[in-house]
């Protein structure tokens, strides 16, 4: 299952582990991202907190947790790449994953029609 939020993450849901990243429309607004910052495994993140920090020639911004739930991995290579987030935003430049508190709170969020449809 594949939604997205306002603020231009994705979660891809396996299980209670979403993945978590930034849209492809999101790094084209950012340009070229040179510095990434992610969480510690093992935070526990609400839902709308910031949990990373994505930097561009542009702009810095944060990545806020979609949902509320726990770190269980984090994506290292593009810490040390962050092009990666460029190259591949919703698949190798994923940030996080996510153990979910609640799975049905993805339902809450956007599909993909719904997400075309906000950047339109």
Known sequence: ????TEEHEWLRLEGDIATVGITGHASNLLGDVV???LPEV???LAK?????VVE???AASDVY???AGEV???NQAIVDDPAIVNA????AGWFFKLKLKDVKAMDGLMDEAAYKKLIE
């Open 42 to 44: 093992g935070t526990t």
């Open 1 to 4: 299952m594949l939604r997205y």
């Open 65 to 67: 947790a979609p949902l």
């Open 72 to 74: 269980v991995e984090v």
């Open 56 to 58: 561009s020639v542009k």
């Open 35 to 37: 510095f990434v910052q």
């Open 48 to 52: 709308g907190e910031g949990a990373a």
């Open 88 to 91: 591949d935003p919703q698949g």
